[in-house]
């Protein structure tokens, strides 16, 4: 078995735990939860791998079309994982740039937010290796960073640029990792640099789980564990609260717009700050290190488009 390598010090992290804070007994008897989670496993693998096998014929589709399909078949891979989709407050109609951005509790929260305003996904280079899920977020346009080299997130910015600047939808989760659900981090500017050169609306979303527990993808938290616990859960509901968008010409400068986005998606606790720590020709946020499942984290201020490992396009790929 190797070793794992430590992460690297300059990276986000949360306080949460599996089995602090992802841990949920439920009610009913455990040969219930049991073949409840077969089932709904069965399910829900299924509907992953038919979306894949079939995302091929929706190429010649007109754009209008493959976005109906996309939020249609990711609201089918949920409700086959055995959760309830409850939206609030009105969906931003495609037509423009966005940068979507959300806290982030689960590797749940992309099918969810795909669901609701599907768009080009920022996820860590190994989420790619994912059985399943891996592909299912290839074939949907994700743009794949590596966390791990500092120097790559120049180019991160550039891409989410480049996406906006088309008049594409970006999504990103600013917290750096995953958090429960009982709190948040606070929101990296980096990636609001992206809206800030391209003029773009930045849209808050909330996303909250009900129980807290089954769907939290915190610390080392292996896949196969988390995707068991939420096909076991008893009425687990995902609720997705949409801000108003921000329009990003509203503040002077991506920290300023990050504060403010933060401010949308967690309303009820003071506005967090970190001291921040020179490297290169970029400023970074000082946190510790991150925990190993931790997920999409953004980069630092650029000005030009560059490529950030795209993932091929295909026909499921998620409108721009």
């Known amino acids: 078995m190797s070793t794992p390598t430590a992460p690297s010090p300059w990276l986000p992290t949360a306080p949460c735990t599996p089995g602090r804070c992802a841990a949920h007994p439920g009610p009913d008897a455990p040969r219930v939860a049991a073949a409840r989670g077969v089932l709904r496993l069965a399910a829900g693998l299924t509907a992953v791998l038919l979306g894949l096998l079939l995302a091929p014929l929706t190429a010649a589709l007109?754009?209008?079309?493959?976005?109906?399909?996309?939020?249609?078949?990711?609201?089918?891979?949920?409700?086959?994982?055995?959760?309830r989709i409850r939206v609030h407050g009105p969906v931003t109609p495609p037509g423009g740039p966005l940068l979507v951005v959300a806290n982030h509790v689960s590797w749940l929260d992309v099918p969810l937010i795909a669901a609701v305003l599907p768009g080009r996904m920022l996820a860590k280079r190994e989420v790619r290796g994912w059985p399943l899920l891996g592909r299912l977020a290839a074939s949907g346009g994700t743009l794949f960073i590596d966390r791990d080299r500092l120097r790559s997130l120049p180019g991160t910015v550039g891409a989410l640029s480049c996406v906006l600047a088309g008049g594409g939808r970006v999504v990103v989760f600013p917290e750096g990792s995953t958090w429960c659900g009982r709190a948040g981090g606070a929101f990296r500017p980096a990636a609001f640099q992206a809206a800030v050169d391209t003029g773009s609306a930045v849209q808050p979303v909330r996303i909250d789980y009900r129980p807290t527990g089954p769907a939290a993808f915190v610390g080392d938290d292996p896949l196969g564990a988390s995707l068991w616990r939420i096909a076991r859960?008893?009425?687990?509901?995902?609720?997705?609260?949409?801000?108003?968008?921000?329009?990003?010409?509203?503040h002077p400068d991506r920290r300023a717009l990050a504060r403010a986005a933060e401010a949308a998606v967690h309303p009820r606790r003071a506005p967090y700050t970190v001291p921040p720590y020179t490297v290169s020709a970029y400023t970074v946020p000082r946190q510790p290190t991150v925990a190993s499942e931790s997920a999409n984290r953004p980069a630092s201020s650029v000005?030009?488009?560059a490529s950030v490992s795209p993932a091929p396009a295909s026909s499921l790929r998620t409108p721009s």
Do not use: K, S
């Open 233 to 250: 859960a008893r009425r687990l509901v995902a609720d997705i609260r949409l801000a108003e968008p921000i329009p990003g010409a509203r």
């Open 62 to 83: 007109p754009a209008p079309w493959r976005r109906l399909l996309v939020r249609r078949w990711c609201r089918a891979v949920i409700r086959a994982f055995g959760v």
């Open 303 to 305: 000005h030009q488009c």
